[in-house]
């Protein structure tokens, strides 16, 4: 019987394997409060980036059409202020980042229950291990295919956007079951252990409590007080943030973004030397098909306009100062753009400028998600909404979008469409 118990106590379904003396009710309740802060931002900025597409206004935009309800709060993205996506954004993917390692250390606290034995031990139980497989299996997922968006690597099946927007909804809903369910419990530790610093401002481990189920039974000799843990769980977040935070706040912090893939130094220099997501030659769009034969094909209720880039230059030009900021997280500062306001375009076709209606954006670009792309009225109407022919003074490089781009106050990078070819308005399908 010894040997058996000896043997047992081996394998990780008994609480004995589980020796660390850090692990208890107190620890996990801390990172518990850190993601409960963290999370539901994450999860509004991620709904705002969706809603930033403008998913209702044509099938175009809308990467997940079988949402249904979930659509609910959908609203039409506004074009104040300008940095608006730059912004939320940002927030998103560098808070995501953050939260890693304390994503990562809250599932290491409580680990030893996930090999308790028996599995099931009433109907309530098997309820809240079933959320706990939503919550765990939904949050390393969602986290995953955050990171691996960010990191341009998409190894996963399917398209990001859906999988991505239903793994966040999956782990959402059961993170705030599961607080619903825990936030009493977390108040009661607290209470209990004198407070969530209490064992941090210790530079020992504190004794095991006799009553906490999460604390090992037979703990091991202490080789990191919890002080110890939180400052490696804190400073792991910390770094993460310092390495991501620059591709959105821009300047020299840009360059500590070394975990971004467009967080670097600049690429080139002169009035064009900003990011780039999509170069040219990716797109598929030669020099060939934007040089002295091109033309933009404007379209409305008058008929069809064809104009060179000449005649472009020939209208009324306007400058705008725009950020582009993609889901990635990445962003630039503002550039000074200048060129044709959208709405003196409708006017060519029909259209009052303040009357301008939603307008079909159309891409030299060969294939791709956004070669085709719609924009709502409030953005075509916009006097910063422009078909840029110049950035900072200098005519548009290839990989920036020559001979002709959009550019659109708080729109998602996607939505500023490159090699732009036709415009067609009053018509978004």
Not at 49 to 72: E, R
Not at 232 to 249: E, K, M
Not at 269 to 280: D, E, L, R, T
């Amino acid at each position: 019987m010894t040997d058996r118990r000896a043997l047992l106590d081996r394998l990780p379904v008994s609480p004995r394997f589980w020796r660390s003396p850090l692990r208890g009710t107190w620890l996990t309740s801390v990172l518990g409060v850190v993601l409960l802060a963290g999370v539901p931002l994450l999860f509004v900025t991620g709904l705002l980036s969706y809603a930033a597409y403008n998913p209702g206004l044509s099938p175009l935009n809308d990467k997940t059409p079988d949402k249904g309800l979930l659509g609910f709060y959908l609203f039409s993205w506004p074009t104040d202020p300008h940095w608006l996506y730059r912004v939320t954004q940002g927030v998103h993917v560098t808070l995501g980042v953050a939260l890693i390692p304390v994503l990562l250390a809250k599932l290491w606290s409580v680990i030893p229950r996930f090999f308790a034995l028996p599995p099931v031990r009433s109907p309530a139980q098997a309820l809240d291990r079933l959320s706990l497989l939503f919550l765990v299996g939904g949050g390393l997922f969602t986290f995953l295919t955050g990171v691996l968006n960010v990191q341009l690597d998409y190894v996963f099946p399917g398209s990001f956007y859906r999988l991505h927007f239903y793994g966040a909804w999956v782990f959402f809903a059961a993170f705030a079951a599961h607080a619903a369910l825990k936030i009493p419990r977390t108040v009661r530790a607290f209470r209990e252990h004198g407070g969530p610093l209490a064992h941090i401002r210790s530079t020992t481990s504190p004794a095991p409590a006799p009553h906490d189920d999460l604390a090992a039974p037979d703990p091991a000799p202490p080789t990191l007080s919890r002080r110890g843990l939180a400052a490696l769980v804190g400073g792991s977040s910390l770094l993460l943030l310092l390495t991501t935070a620059g591709q959105s706040v821009g300047g020299p912090l840009r360059r500590t973004a070394l975990f971004a893939p467009h967080g670097g130094g600049d690429p080139g220099g002169g009035p064009n030397g900003f990011q780039v997501n999509k170069p040219a030659a990716l797109a598929g769009v030669t020099a060939a098909r934007t040089g002295e034969a091109w033309q933009l094909v404007v379209t409305g209720p008058s008929g069809q306009v064809r104009l060179s880039r000449a005649n472009l230059l020939a209208m009324p030009q306007h400058t705008a100062a725009l950020p582009i900021a993609c889901v990635e997280g990445w962003s630039t500062e503002d550039q000074l753009w200048r060129g044709v306001r959208l709405r003196d375009l409708a006017a060519l076709v029909g259209y009052e400028p303040e009357d301008a209606p939603d307008v079909l954006v159309e891409s030299l670009q060969l294939h791709g998600s956004f070669r085709r792309a719609a924009l709502r009225h409030n953005q075509v109407r916009d006097p910063r909404s422009l078909l840029a022919l110049q950035v900072n003074g200098a005519d548009l490089s290839p990989d920036h979008g020559y001979p002709a781009r959009v550019i659109v106050p708080a729109a998602p990078g996607v939505l500023n469409t490159k090699w732009v070819a036709r415009l067609t308005f009053g018509r978004v399908l």
